[in-house]
C-alpha cells in the first residue's frame, strides 16, 4: 500500500482513540472531509467548498455534521478562536498545510504545539521537495509561472525544529511529498543550525543532505514507531 498523509490520519486517530483533529490548509476537503473524528477543526481563509458540499460531505461521511470551519488564515485562529474551537480540550492530531512557507509553517507548528495532548502527534505536509522549482517562495513560484506540485520551504522548518527543539522529536517520511512527523519527547538527533543560517539555504544545500537535514525515514517507518500493526 503506499503510503500517504489521509491513510496515517485515520491510522493515527483510530490506534489511540484520538478525539481532537484539527486540519490548517483545508482547500477542497479532499483529505479533511473523509477523516472519521470526534471533534474535527478546519482552518482555511480560502475555502474552495460552500454549504451545499459541506451538507452533501455531511450526509456521505456522517462525522462532518459535528465539523468546525472556521474561514480564516491559520494566525487569526489561534490568536482569537483556537481555544473555543478545543472547547479548552487538548489537540491530538494536527495537519499543518496551510501557507509553504518557512515563517508561516513554522509558527503553525509552534502554536499547535501549545495545545497538543501528550501523546498528541503533527504531521507537516510537503517537507521533501524534489526540485528547486518545487521549493520556490510563492512569490518566485508565480513570477516563474511554474505548474505542478509547489511545496515551498517548508522543509525549513524541520531544520528549524530540530535545531532548536529539545523537548520533541521530528523526523520525515519519504512519501506523499514528504511528511513531518512531530511528537513530544526527546529528539533523536538534534542540529545545531540558527535561524539565520537556516533562513540563507539553499535548495542545492538540502539536495546534498537531504537524508541527514530532514531525518529522512522510509515511509514504513511509520508502523514502526507508533507500533501500528
Ligand atoms: C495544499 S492546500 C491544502 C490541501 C489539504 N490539506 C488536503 O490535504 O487536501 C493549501 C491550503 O492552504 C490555505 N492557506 C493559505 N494560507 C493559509 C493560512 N495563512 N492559513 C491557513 N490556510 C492557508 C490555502 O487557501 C489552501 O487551500
Not at 45 to 50: I, M, V
Not at 96 to 101: I, L, Q, R, S, T
Not at 126 to 130: G, T, Y
Given at each position: 500500500m503506499i503510503l500517504n498523509r489521509s491513510i496515517i490520519i485515520q491510522r493515527l486517530i483510530n490506534k489511540f482513540d484520538f478525539k481532537t483533529y484539527l486540519e490548517i490548509g483545508v482547500d477542497a476537503g479532499k483529505n479533511f472531509f473523509p477523516i472519521k473524528a470526534d471533534r474535527k477543526i478546519a482552518v482555511d481563509?480560502?475555502?474552495?467548498?460552500?454549504w451545499l458540499k459541506k451538507l452533501v460531505k455531511a450526509i456521505r461521511y456522517?462525522?462532518?455534521?459535528?465539523a468546525a470551519y472556521y474561514k480564516m488564515e491559520s494566525d487569526r485562529f489561534f490568536e482569537t478562536a483556537a481555544a473555543k474551537a478545543l472547547h479548552n480540550k487538548p489537540l491530538d492530531l494536527c495537519l499543518?498545510?496551510?501557507?509553504?512557507?518557512y515563517a508561516f509553517a513554522l509558527r503553525d507548528v509552534e502554536n499547535s504545539l501549545q495545545h497538543l495532548s501528550d501523546g498528541g502527534v503533527i504531521i507537516m505536509h510537503?517537507?521533501?521537495?524534489?526540485s528547486k522549482e518545487a521549493s520556490y517562495s510563492w512569490e518566485q513560484w508565480q513570477t516563474d509561472k511554474c505548474a505542478g506540485f509547489w511545496n515551498g520551504d517548508v522543509w525549513k522548518v524541520i531544520l528549524h525544529l530540530r535545531s532548536t527543539r529539545q523537548d520533541i522529536n521530528v523526523f520525515v517520511l519519504d512519501c506523499d511529498h514528504g511528511l513531518g512527523i512531530i511528537t513530544k519527547g526527546k529528539q533523536e538527533k538534534p542540529l545545531s543550525f540558527s535561524p539565520a543560517q537556516i533562513a540563507q539555504m539553499s535548495y542545492d544545500e538540502l539536495a546534498a543532505n537531504r537524508e541527514a537535514w530532514l531525518n529522512l525515514k522510509p515511509a514504513a517507518y511509520v508502523y514502526h514507531y507508533f507500533s501500528l500493526e
Open positions: 481563509p480560502g475555502f474552495r467548498f460552500g456522517p462525522q462532518n455534521f459535528r499543518v498545510d496551510g501557507m509553504h512557507e510537503d517537507c521533501n521537495p524534489l
